[in-house]
């Protein structure tokens, strides 16, 4: 059995009544979409979240955050599904039981799903309530046609765009691009002078986006109620010195060992119990960050 088969591959054409109002709006909604699970309501408010597939561990840790914090204040996160910033943000949104909303430059069947390792994504993005969309045919290929183009599906379906992590050539600014003809709202994460992955956040930033370094700042432009910060406190001395490091940034166990000069045990076992009450995130690779 497919991880997918659960949900049927639907199709709707752009006179249909639940066709997204948002996208029907744009200059060149597609014709045609193909879709698994909850299509977007006429009253839900969506935002996009995108940016490099080979992104740092900040970008990591800041796509899943943010991702996070808006989908618990009632936001409905977009994003492509690719690699890197992408599925964080979904996973973001997953982790409060989120709805979120991935656009694909492929089919919509397994065989076409790309990346392969993100089907066990798409099976959890459904389970939430959430929704896979594409304009292409089941049995359509990616090429590099067909993801440039699905970024304007991204930008039409939402209020604004945040792009986290982007080199000047980038996925992530050509919908950044869409979101600017379609009159939406982009954001961008600033990043360290000498990364090519804040190039391009640098450079929507000095052409009119809105630096972001808070969920915030994102609800106060879009005019949208803020949702009350869950407030993270350590019970015991390891708890809290591990608290403090990943409060200036995401770490790999080795170097939270290093900075709290704690033993290897002894946080290994802090960090297991830590996650299991919520108060830190694995990102993967045994990298770190706090679950506010």
Not at 62 to 84: E, N, Y
Not at 115 to 121: F, G, Q, S
Not at 185 to 203: E, V
Request: include cysteine; charge should be positive; glycine fraction near 8%.
């Amino acid at each position: 059995m497919s991880l997918l088969s659960s949900w049927k591959i639907e199709k709707i054409n752009l006179d249909d009544n639940i066709y997204p109002t948002s996208l029907r709006e744009i200059s060149n909604p597609p014709e045609i979409l193909y879709f698994r699970g909850k299509l977007p309501q006429k009253e839900e408010k969506c935002f996009s979240i995108v940016g490099t597939r080979k992104c740092s561990n900040y970008g990591k840790g800041i796509a899943f955050l943010i991702a996070k914090q808006l989908s618990q204040s009632g936001l409905t996160v977009v994003s492509g599904m690719a690699r890197g910033i992408d599925s964080f943000s979904h996973k973001g949104c997953l982790e409060v039981k989120g709805k979120t909303i991935a656009v694909l430059g492929t089919g919509l069947d397994e065989r076409s799903v790309y990346p392969k390792e993100n089907l066990r994504l798409a099976k959890e993005i459904l389970e939430s309530g959430g929704c896979l969309i594409s304009e292409y045919a089941p049995g359509t290929r990616g090429t590099k046609f067909t993801f440039p183009q699905r970024n304007r599906i991204i930008a039409g379906l939402s209020l604004g765009v945040l792009v986290v992590e982007a080199p000047l050539k980038s996925g992530a600014l050509i919908t950044a691009a869409w979101a600017k003809k379609q009159k939406k709202k982009i954001f961008a994460i600033p990043g360290p002078i000498r990364s090519k992955n804040s190039q391009g956040c640098h450079f929507l930033i000095k052409n009119g986006a809105l630096l972001v370094e808070s969920p915030e700042d994102i609800l106060k432009a879009l005019n949208l109620p803020i949702a009350e910060k869950r407030v993270i406190k350590g019970e015991t001395k390891e708890e809290n010195l591990i608290l403090e490091c990943l409060k200036k940034e995401n770490l790999h166990i080795d170097k939270i060992i290093k900075k709290t000069n704690l033993s290897p045990r002894v946080v290994s076992a802090t960090l297991s119990l830590m996650e299991i009450e919520g108060k830190v995130k694995n990102l993967g690779g045994n990298i770190f960050t706090t679950a506010q």
